[in-house]
């Protein structure tokens, strides 16, 4: 029952890109047409990225300003659909990382402040997500937001790590890998 649009567009075989109108309408009428009970969203979290700012005295401000914009775009345009199943008294849930900039984008924090959206926070290492390094299997703490209108589903998803463990930091290339959502998440 969930709609997910991070696939392919089954039309064309081409994944959903966003910058385009002709993608960004028939998404907004899928949602307001298919009426999933849950519609999930998990835009590029590049530009809000606290790792990405590491990157930013190697670029251009063009370039940073290209990207964030993108990015915000994005995340707006995430927001709108999240709105409309609000509206149709359905259910969504977004994700990005618990400390990226994006939770205070104007508007996520109009989105945080409506009557029934509540935000967690969910360590990724609670939900078993694992990598190797010299040392060994350990597990990747990645602290994680999630906003949603579904209290259940929030009370589920906020688990903070307990310890007992040994974590990888997410240098050296990690953070990609870390993108892929661990099957206990799922």
Request: net charge positive; with cysteine; glycine share 6%.
């Amino acid at each position: 029952l969930a709609l997910d649009l991070t696939t392919v567009d089954p039309d064309d075989q081409l994944p959903w890109d966003f910058d385009n109108p002709a993608k960004r309408q028939k998404a907004k009428q899928l949602v307001q047409t298919r009426r999933s009970l849950l519609l999930i969203g998990s835009p590029m979290c590049s530009a809000f990225s606290q790792l990405q700012t590491l990157n930013f005295p190697k670029m251009s401000k063009a370039d940073i300003d290209r990207m964030i914009n993108y990015g915000r775009k994005h995340l707006e345009f995430c927001i709108e659909l999240y709105r409309i199943q609000m509206k149709n008294k359905l259910y969504f849930l977004h994700e990005h990382p618990w400390n990226a900039r994006s939770w205070k984008e104007p508007e996520m924090i109009k989105l945080l402040a409506q009557p029934g959206v509540i935000r967690v926070k969910g360590d990724m290492c609670e939900f078993e997500m694992i990598q190797e390094d010299g040392q060994g299997k350990g597990r990747i703490r990645k602290a994680t937001g999630f906003a949603t209108n579904a209290p259940n589903l929030a009370e589920m998803l906020a688990r903070v790590c307990g310890g007992g463990h040994r974590h990888i930091q997410l240098i050296g290339g990690r953070a990609k890998q870390a993108e892929i959502y661990p099957p206990k998440l799922c």
